[in-house]
């Protein structure tokens, strides 16, 4: 495919999840703190006459309707009355239903690509509305900040303003992709209707402080929090030995992302990270991925 236009979509992690309580709607209200990685998918977009064509050079990946940026696209046509094509080849980085939010990051980078390639000249509300259709992660993805509050299903986004630091971190997914919605499902089965689902334990400010203070390391590796970590441990047991593995190799603070499976590690520094990915390589499952990355501070704009 000839592209014209290439895009990079960028993965998350949370540094803080905490579950609120159940809404009408069966989302859960959220209070979450994402940061915006340098480990990315890599889009290419091309213009067609008619129809939307997505290809993939991962195999196991759903290229048809039900993909999040097929969908980001046809919505994308209905709202502007258009009927222009478009051919989009996805390059594969970040694991499937992994937690990082992938395809939530691919669905934004679309609505941003096809703005620009169709000439939409959508504004940033409009984008930011179609997005929150598409998913509670999906507007994150949009906004050109590193570090973000979410609240409501997460789709409510303020970003983190001002110098803010890089953090390095090793992130470890195992080969077993997770459900949110049955991570979720499974969350509310083991509380009870009407139960106060707010647990206590640290609050958000305590992440936040120590993000503008440095970071604070052993600061930031105190406030993380993450409500459906033992649900996710329930279904899938390797997350607590990967943790193990990141805790006894270095890590400072350890932590499961959004639903998992993927948990990271922070450390120190980029040689930091280096040497415990190295050990946990050396020492872990062949089968999990061990990766270190950074925090992505430019926008893929
Ligand atoms: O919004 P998204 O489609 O990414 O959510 C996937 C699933 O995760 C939802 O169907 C829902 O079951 C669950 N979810 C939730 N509360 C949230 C976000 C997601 O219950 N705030």
């Known amino acids: 495919m000839t592209s014209v236009l ?5 993965a998350k992690l949370n540094l803080y999840l905490r579950i609120l309580g159940r809404r009408p709607d069966g989302y859960h209200e959220l209070e979450t703190l994402f940061e915006r990685i340098d480990l990315a998918d890599e889009l290419a977009f091309a213009p067609q006459p008619h129809g939307i064509t997505l290809t993939c050079d991962e195999p196991s990946l759903e290229c048809g309707p039900e993909n999040l940026i097929v969908k980001a696209a046809s919505v994308l046509q209905r709202t502007c009355g258009i009927t222009q094509g478009a051919a989009i080849h996805v390059r594969k980085r970040v694991p499937i239903a992994g937690g990082l939010g992938g395809g939530s990051s691919d669905a934004a980078t679309t609505l941003i690509g096809l703005n620009r390639l169709w000439n939409l000249q959508m504004p940033p509300d409009r984008l930011h509305q ?11 993805f949009l906004q050109p900040e590193a570090f973000a509050i979410g609240r409501g299903r997460g789709e409510l986004c303020e970003p983190l303003i001002g110098a803010l630091p890089e953090l390095w971190q090793v992130l470890v997914a195992p080969p077993v992709p997770l459900s949110t919605k049955s991570v979720y499902e499974g969350f509310d089965r083991s ?57 006894r190799h270095g890590c400072v603070g350890v932590l499961l992302s959004g639903s998992g499976p993927s948990v990271f590690g922070l450390c120190a520094d980029e040689a930091h990270a280096q ?27």
């Not at 290439?6 to 960028?10: C, N, S, V």
């Not at 179609?130 to 994150?140: H, I, N, Y």
């Not at 190295?278 to 020492?283: E, K, L, M």
Request: aromatic letters at 2%; charged letters at 20%; proline letters at 6%.
């Open 6 to 10: 290439h895009l990079q979509a960028p």
């Open 130 to 140: 179609l997005a929150a259709e598409l998913g509670s992660d999906v507007p994150f």
């Open 191 to 247: 509380h009870r209707t009407g139960e106060d689902l707010t647990e206590p334990g640290v609050s958000i400010s305590m992440c936040l402080h120590a993000l503008r203070n440095g970071p604070d390391l052993s600061g930031l590796a105190t406030g993380l929090r993450n409500d459906l970590q033992p649900e996710a441990i329930r279904r899938c047991p390797v997350i607590e030995e990967i943790g193990d593995s990141l805790r």
């Open 275 to 301: 040497q415990v990915a190295d050990r946990i390589r050396a020492t872990g499952s062949s089968s999990w991925k061990v990766l270190v990355v950074k925090t992505m501070s430019h926008g893929h704009q």
